[in-house]
């Protein structure tokens, strides 16, 4: 459904978007993640013809945001991070304006507006002016605002910045009732807020792709890999690391400092999925040592994104 080909974007001299090529299958939920910087938000701009890329191109459909960026955007709704919402209008004003806005009337107008109210929970609020609103609630005028024209294409710039755990969750399910039928296009730098919501994640650092995929195609990637920590009484510290780097399949083994002065704790590096515990019980066994910890840590969405950005 959208083509990104070669997409660039520089300011003067500084590139903030660099060379990005992306796919994107009508129906998905992609969330774009990335630190504060990375280029997210310049790259929805594009998406949604606001910003002209310095070269590239993107094509929704047929149509190019170089030749066609009104036939573009009449296909999205877009909420940037701050919605842009007129404080001193009751939220059925707002709503009722923007309608108008996109040529809706009469009963056309009252049933959009009715759906939209029910989808985005704004029954109870209708009477009030937006200023008196908290912020999640402005976020879901802001998403009745962009869904308005019922656009096949949803793109969301950090819609949950800001807000308490029980509204992040509330927009959540907002954004996910909306997939169900839309494609949606979401950027945030929450890892929990991606992995709960998307289908697909685009790992962005320093305005390129670093990583693209699911989650679990993600933490399932080559070069991936298992910690395990361990905790020794009576243990020297370099025959520990000796003899567990003598462990078939040990790929490093480096020393861990804080916690209990007494204990000797060292983090055990594995390729993969690779469960080395009873292999390296076994070799523990062997000594005198006294074994007081052996937690496994798989990789997480949140540790492969530390890896991939510092790597980046």
């Given at each position: 459904m959208i083509?990104?080909?070669?997409?660039?974007?520089?300011?003067?001299?500084?590139?903030?978007?660099?060379?990005?090529?992306?796919?994107?299958?009508?129906?998905?939920?992609?969330?774009?993640?990335?630190?504060?910087?990375?280029?997210?938000?310049?790259?929805?701009?594009?998406?949604?013809?606001?910003?002209?890329?310095?070269?590239?191109?993107?094509?929704?459909?047929?149509?190019?945001?170089?030749?066609?960026?009104?036939?573009?955007?009449?296909?999205?709704?877009?909420?940037?991070?701050?919605?842009?919402?007129?404080?001193?209008?009751?939220?059925?004003?707002?709503?009722?304006?923007?309608?108008?806005?996109?040529?809706?009337?009469?009963?056309?107008?009252?049933?959009?507006?009715?759906?939209?109210?029910?989808?985005?929970?704004?029954?109870?609020?209708?009477?009030?002016?937006?200023?008196?609103?908290?912020?999640?609630?402005?976020?879901?005028?802001?998403?009745?605002?962009?869904?308005?024209?019922?656009?096949?294409?949803?793109?969301?710039?950090?819609?949950?910045?800001?807000?308490?755990?029980?509204?992040?969750?509330?927009?959540?399910e907002i954004i996910r009732k909306i997939g169900e039928q839309k494609t949606v296009i979401l950027s945030t730098h929450i890892l929990s807020e991606a992995e709960a919501t998307c289908d697909r994640i685009v790992i962005i650092n320093n305005g390129r792709i670093i990583a693209d995929g699911s989650t679990q195609q993600l933490t399932a990637g080559k070069g991936r890999k298992t910690q395990i920590q361990i905790g020794l009484l009576q243990a020297e510290p370099g025959a520990v690391c000796s003899l567990l780097r003598s462990v078939h399949g040990v790929k490093d083994v480096c020393l861990l400092s804080g916690g209990d002065p007494q204990l000797t704790r060292v983090q055990v590096t594995c390729p993969g999925d690779a469960d080395l515990r009873a292999d390296l019980y076994a070799a523990i066994k062997s000594t005198d040592w006294v074994l007081m910890e052996l937690n496994r840590e798989t990789q997480t969405l949140e540790t492969i994104f530390r890896e991939l950005t510092r790597e980046n």
């Open positions: 083509h990104v080909e070669g997409l660039t974007k520089y300011y003067d001299a500084f590139c903030a978007v660099d060379n990005i090529n992306l796919d994107i299958r009508g129906g998905e939920i992609v969330g774009l993640l990335g630190p504060n910087g990375a280029g997210k938000t310049t790259t929805l701009r594009m998406l949604t013809g606001y910003f002209q890329p310095s070269s590239g191109d993107i094509r929704v459909k047929d149509y190019s945001i170089r030749q066609d960026s009104l036939k573009i955007k009449r296909l999205i709704g877009y909420l940037p991070e701050s919605a842009p919402l007129y404080s001193g209008m009751l939220v059925y004003d707002y709503l009722d304006h923007i309608a108008s806005v996109h040529g809706l009337s009469g009963e056309a107008k009252s049933k959009r507006i009715a759906q939209l109210v029910d989808m985005c929970g704004l029954r109870n609020i209708m009477h009030k002016t937006i200023a008196m609103l908290s912020k999640g609630l402005k976020q879901r005028v802001g998403l009745a605002h962009a869904m308005m024209s019922d656009p096949e294409i949803l793109v969301l710039d950090e819609p949950t910045s800001g807000l308490d755990p029980n509204q992040i969750v509330e927009i959540r």
